[in-house]
């Protein structure tokens, strides 16, 4: 998608929306507008082919527009406003005498109301009915270059190079990050239920490191040897305490966390879930180190 200037403003196009969905290849659309090239290289006919476009697009577009609504509004639903949809959007991309060099812009309002005026004639005039039938019909590059010349004779137009219709997604960046934060922990939390679910993980601790009676350790944690661990300490699932550390009282390791060479922590401290902390790093009492942290001494 491009972000336009304006935060929370994304634009795309309905193929580039397609690709990114997985709904077709990003080969599909340039084939689709020129069957008959397509159909010679391949030797086969040309209805054959131009029936496969028509299938698949048919039910490509009995799906998306539903599909992409129901996604929006079961969003906006779960996590008050978050994203809005709208489809009726053109960029206008100008020649600036530069051949690499293009100047976009968006279309106000009038504008595409003349454009869509153009395009309405174009249609008659090739005797087609709906812009779906010309990928059918073999006419979407006439349709696109007739319209073209015909906007471009419009005042404000002359130097008009192409021109393509666009999706504007309105998205409120802060509710939407937290909602794909949400999904992506989620998803993450299901495959290690699976993987917890199907396996059992060894808890390997050096002979020589001293474990209190008033300690709790989880499943899959390696405690290297000149690890000293002191009383009443949660040590949580697949934790890696390195050569050297030092953990003090009552304090809460949680699952996933690495602790590298020499790490200090000290008593009634909290280390969330994930977090690594780097070599010689120190924590001082009473402190929390949040979920996915990485600490390391400079």
């Known amino acids: 998608m491009h972000k336009n200037s304006k935060k929370g403003y994304y634009y795309t196009t309905k193929t580039d929306l397609l690709v990114n969905l997985g709904l077709i290849n990003k080969n599909f659309s340039k084939c689709r507008a020129n069957t008959s090239v397509v159909a010679y290289h391949l030797d086969i ?15 490509v577009n009995a799906t998306l527009k539903y599909n992409v609504e129901k996604f929006i509004n079961k969003i906006n639903e779960e996590n008050e406003y978050c994203c809005e949809l709208d489809k009726g959007f ?4 100008f020649n600036t005498g530069r051949e690499d ?22 249609l008659k005039e090739l005797k ?10 073999d006419k979407w590059n006439t349709f696109i270059t007739e319209s073209l010349l015909k906007v471009k004779q419009l005042e404000g137009f002359k130097d008009l190079k192409f021109y393509y219709k666009l999706y504007r997604f309105e998205v409120d960046e802060e509710k939407f990050e937290q909602l794909y934060c949400e999904l992506e922990e989620k998803d993450l939390n299901k495959i290690v239920n699976k993987i917890n679910n199907k396996f059992k993980f060894a808890t390997i601790i050096d002979p020589k490191v001293y474990i209190h009676d008033y300690m709790t350790i989880g ?19 697949h934790v890696i305490i390195s050569p050297k550390c030092g953990i003090g009282h009552d304090s809460i390791i949680k699952d996933y966390v690495s602790l590298l060479w020499n790490v200090n922590i000290s008593g009634n401290d909290v280390i969330e879930e994930g977090v690594m902390m780097g070599s010689g ?18």
């Not at 087609?128 to 019909?137: F, N, P, V």
């Not at 499943?219 to 699932?237: F, H, L, P, S």
């Open 219 to 237: 499943e899959g944690t390696i405690i290297y040897e000149g690890a000293i661990i002191t009383a009443n300490i949660q040590v949580g699932n």
């Open 45 to 59: 006919p040309k209805l054959v082919l131009i029936n496969f476009f028509k299938t698949n697009m048919d039910r």
């Open 281 to 298: 790093s120190t924590i001082i009492q009473g402190k929390k180190i949040g979920k996915a942290s990485c600490r390391e001494r400079v």
């Open 101 to 122: 060099k293009i100047r976009y812009r968006l279309a106000t309002q009038e504008e595409i109301e003349l454009i869509n005026k153009c395009e309405e004639e174009v």
């Open 128 to 137: 087609i009915d709906s812009r779906e039938e010309l990928q059918y019909r």
């Open 90 to 93: 053109v960029r206008l991309c």
